[in-house]
Each structure stands twice: as structure tokens, then as C-alpha cells.
């Protein structure tokens, strides 16, 4: 009986709590609001379409790590600014599976949101 109140009272524990809260949502807030911005710039300025974005960012953050977005949305910036330098981001296999992985993410947001 100690062992099962000792471990209701960590599973409830604020410090854990917050642990869940951080793991499912590692995007900041100024992140998704980015995204949201940059959706609604090409998908129009209504409050359904800020819905639908909002969805879709929340889709996308439940599918890829953030650390993940901020990787592939560099390569991607980086592919943009063409040049020997750059080739590279354009041919990595590495670079491509970071890519393709947020293409994925965003398709399923976009099927799922949209």
C-alpha cells in the first residue's frame, strides 16, 4: 500500500508533470506562431484558415522533434541560397532524410488540417 501511494504521489508530481508538458511540446511558442503566419500569408487571412494552420503546426510538432523542424527548415533556407557552397544541402543523403521528413510531417498536418 506504501508502494502504490508513494508512486501515485510521484506519477502526480508537478517536476514530472511539466517533463510530460515539455516532451509533447518542445516547439516554442514563437516557432508555431512563425508557421502559423507563414501558412496563413499563403493560404489566406481567415480566422478558418488560422485554425487550420494552428492545426497544422500542432500535427506537425506531435510528428517531428523540434529539433528536427529547425534542422530540415535550415537545410531548406540553405538550399534557397544556391552556389558551390551550398550543393552540399542539396545532395546529402543526411540533408535529404531531414527534408523528406519534414515534407512527410507536413502532409500528413495537411491531410489531417486541411
Known amino acids: 500500500m506504501i508502494?502504490?501511494?508513494?508512486?501515485?504521489?510521484?506519477c502526480a508530481s508537478p517536476a514530472l508533470a511539466q517533463g510530460v508538458a515539455e516532451r509533447l511540446n518542445d516547439y516554442p511558442t514563437e516557432a508555431r506562431a512563425d508557421y502559423v503566419f507563414a501558412c496563413m500569408a499563403s493560404?489566406?487571412?481567415?480566422?478558418e484558415v488560422l485554425r487550420r494552420c494552428s492545426c497544422s503546426i500542432d500535427e506537425i510538432a506531435a510528428?517531428?522533434?523540434?529539433?528536427?523542424?529547425v534542422e530540415a527548415e535550415t537545410v531548406l533556407s540553405l538550399r534557397l541560397t544556391?552556389?558551390?557552397?551550398?550543393?552540399?544541402?542539396?545532395?546529402a543523403t543526411a540533408t535529404t532524410a531531414l527534408v523528406a521528413d519534414l515534407r512527410r510531417a507536413q502532409a500528413e498536418a495537411e491531410m489531417i488540417c486541411f
Do not use: K, V, W
Open 3 to 10: 508502494r502504490l501511494t508513494a508512486a501515485l504521489a510521484f
Open 43 to 47: 493560404n489566406g487571412q481567415s480566422r
Open 63 to 69: 510528428i517531428l522533434p523540434y529539433e528536427g523542424y
Open 82 to 91: 544556391g552556389g558551390e557552397r551550398m550543393a552540399i544541402f542539396s545532395n
